[in-house]
């Protein structure tokens, strides 16, 4: 069983940047893709970024990129979003998220098999 714990998310101004992070517990590490979603007041839950176990593969949703970095740290058992030029847009629920590594990385939140509770992000105008 793989546990999810979320840091890092908080109040920022429109155009600022903020950093979440999410430390895994339970199977090794290195054989999980891990991602986050999000989700906003009265929306779906939408895919954001994840990676592969090797950090070879990056996907991002077309709405963050070239804005958020995803990165791990595999030592740390540790995955982390770099949000930056935030947009009120970008207010919601974070969550982290993790399945077994495949060579492709899936955007659907039923491809995942655990889950974080998640952290707030709001971003004011």
């Known amino acids: 069983q793989v546990q999810l714990i979320e840091f890092g998310g908080g109040l920022v101004q429109a155009g600022g940047s903020l950093r979440i992070s999410c430390a895994a517990s339970g199977p090794p590490f290195t054989t999980l893709i891990l991602g986050w979603f999000r989700q906003a007041p009265g929306k779906e839950r939408e895919f954001v970024a994840a990676?592969?176990?090797?950090?070879?593969?990056?996907s991002y949703a077309d709405s963050i990129k070239g804005r958020f970095i995803l990165s791990r740290d595999n030592g740390k058992n540790e995955v982390y979003l770099q949000m930056n030029s935030l947009k009120p847009e970008d207010t919601a629920i974070y969550s982290c998220t993790a399945r077994p590594n495949k060579w492709t990385i899936p955007r659907s939140p039923t491809d995942y098999n655990y889950w974080g509770r998640g952290t707030q992000v709001t971003v004011s105008s």
């Open positions: 990676i592969t176990s090797n950090s070879g593969v990056t």
